[in-house]
């Protein structure tokens, strides 16, 4: 059970690490790379659409084989997954961690299919994220809109509610939300975290924590959320993304003569590298392989 010896560890050091969602191979060797370079353990996950483009067994493989390529560990984890047949899907391809989302659901619909997820999961020593609050922010995008502070607190984790839903359930990583969106917005329009209220969260969980919505949030917030308030997996996409086209639209307009993709993704794999780079030392994760 790498993925639980792996968090274990970070709770105990007190670092987190670093989760980043990958949507084709350049974006994995950019990760795995980035890692390798670090010495560093990483998550690497696919969202639903991500999964369903690349195939979750071709992840799930291609995380084993850069894994013993490069000599260091490599959890994937299935990100936001609100389909039980999704999650029974990465468990099977043999994923190492699972999230299934339910919070759209009602609370006790939400808590019965995460307990049959659990269930199946456990059975094959993979460990499995929950979730109940919805996080503000439709997807790991640039978002042109603010969000107003009444409509970011809507969605923070209620400590009591997050106890009783881990016991009932039996999950291992409980997604806390405490002014942690998804995407970026416009700046100014992030406010602080609510370290006080994870650290309520911390106190009462008794569980693995992770912070979704990474991007955007100001580096000296997301190493009090580790430091302070027990996260042990921080959750980054909009940022790798954001990395990716922009310097994939450089590539390409620095050399539009050229037509062999070995030679345009190099450059493209190197800046997203040096994005995760930067999020394995705000992470803590650097030197602990």
């Known amino acids: 059970m790498i993925a639980f010896d792996w968090?274990?560890?970070?709770?105990?050091?007190?670092?987190?690490?670093?989760?980043?969602?990958?949507?084709?191979?350049?974006?994995?060797?950019?990760?795995?790379?980035?890692?390798?370079?670090?010495k560093s353990p990483i998550i690497i996950e696919s969202s639903p659409g991500e999964t369903h483009w690349m195939g979750a067994s071709n992840i799930a493989d291609i995380g084993k084989n850069f894994s013993k390529e490069y000599g260091i560990p490599i959890i994937v984890n299935l990100d936001h997954s609100e389909t039980p047949e999704d999650c029974m899907a990465a468990i099977e391809a043999g994923y190492g961690l699972v999230h299934f989302d339910g919070s759209k659901f009602s609370y006790e619909e939400n808590v019965k299919i995460a307990k049959q997820v659990v269930e199946a999961a456990h059975s094959k020593g993979i460990i499995v994220e929950g979730e109940i609050d919805r996080i503000v922010g439709a997807g790991s995008e640039v978002h042109k809109e603010m969000y107003t502070v009444e409509q970011i607190r809507s969605g923070y984790t209620d400590p009591k509610k997050a106890r009783k839903f881990i016991e009932e359930t039996g999950v291992d990583v409980f997604a806390a939300f405490f002014g942690n969106i998804h995407?970026?917005?416009p700046p100014g329009g992030q406010p602080p975290l609510d370290i006080a209220l994870l650290q309520k969260v911390k106190e009462i969980a008794g569980t693995f924590l992770s912070l979704h919505g990474g991007s955007g949030i100001d580096e000296s917030d997301i190493k009090l959320a580790i430091e302070m308030g027990g996260i042990n997996k921080v959750n980054v996409n909009t940022d790798l993304r954001v990395a990716f086209r922009a310097s994939l639209e450089k590539t390409l307009k620095d050399n539009p003569d050229t037509v062999a993709l070995y030679k345009i993704f190099p450059p493209v794999i190197k800046s997203?590298?040096?994005?995760?780079?930067?999020?394995?030392?705000i992470c803590g994760s650097a030197n602990k392989v």
């Open 7 to 38: 968090l274990q560890r970070a709770r105990a050091e007190g670092f987190a690490i670093g989760a980043f969602n990958v949507g084709n191979l350049e974006t994995f060797k950019a990760i795995v790379q980035a890692a390798a370079n670090k």
């Open 183 to 185: 995407g970026t917005v």
């Open 272 to 281: 997203v590298q040096q994005v995760v780079e930067r999020w394995i030392d």
